[in-house]
C-alpha cells in the first residue's frame, strides 16, 4: 500500500523560502502523478502544484503560487518536493501530498482517495 509522509514546513518569513518533501513507501512514486494539495482551518482542501508521472513530464500550478514555487522529483529518493520561495502571508497553511485521480496534473485535479498523511505545517509570518 502506497504511503505518503510529508515534511519540510515551518516557520518563514515573508519572502522567504521552504522547501516540502513527499516521500513514498510502499510502491515506486516515479510510476504516478503527485499533486500537493493545502488546507487551512474551515476551509476547502486546495490544490496547489501537481507532477505527472517520470514519462509524462508535465506540471501544473495554481496561479496563485504560478512563478514562486517548483515542484520537482528524485526518483532515487522515492520523493517529490515542493520548493516553495518569496513566500507570502497567504502561504500560510497545512500542506500535503496524495497521488491524483487517473493520473490527472492539470487544472482540477484531484486527489486520487481519501485518506490523508500527517501534513507539515507552513506559517509566513514577520
Known amino acids: 500500500q502506497l504511503q505518503l509522509a510529508e515534511s519540510g514546513g515551518g516557520l518563514a518569513q515573508p519572502g522567504g523560502s521552504l522547501r516540502l518533501s513527499c516521500a513514498a513507501s510502499g510502491l515506486t512514486l516515479a510510476y504516478y502523478t503527485v499533486g500537493w494539495f493545502r488546507q487551512a482551518p474551515g476551509k476547502e482542501r486546495e490544490g496547489v502544484s501537481c507532477?505527472?508521472?517520470?514519462?509524462?513530464?508535465?506540471?501544473y500550478y495554481a496561479d496563485s503560487v504560478k512563478g514562486r514555487f517548483t515542484i520537482s522529483r528524485d526518483n532515487a529518493k522515492n520523493t517529490v518536493y515542493l520548493q516553495m520561495n518569496s513566500l507570502k502571508p497567504e502561504d500560510t497553511d497545512v500542506y500535503f501530498c496524495q497521488t491524483t485521480q487517473q493520473g490527472y496534473c492539470g487544472p482540477g485535479y484531484r486527489p486520487a482517495g481519501d485518506v490523508w498523511g500527517q501534513g507539515t505545517q507552513v506559517t509566513v509570518s514577520s
Open positions: 507532477i505527472s508521472s517520470s514519462g509524462g513530464g508535465n506540471t
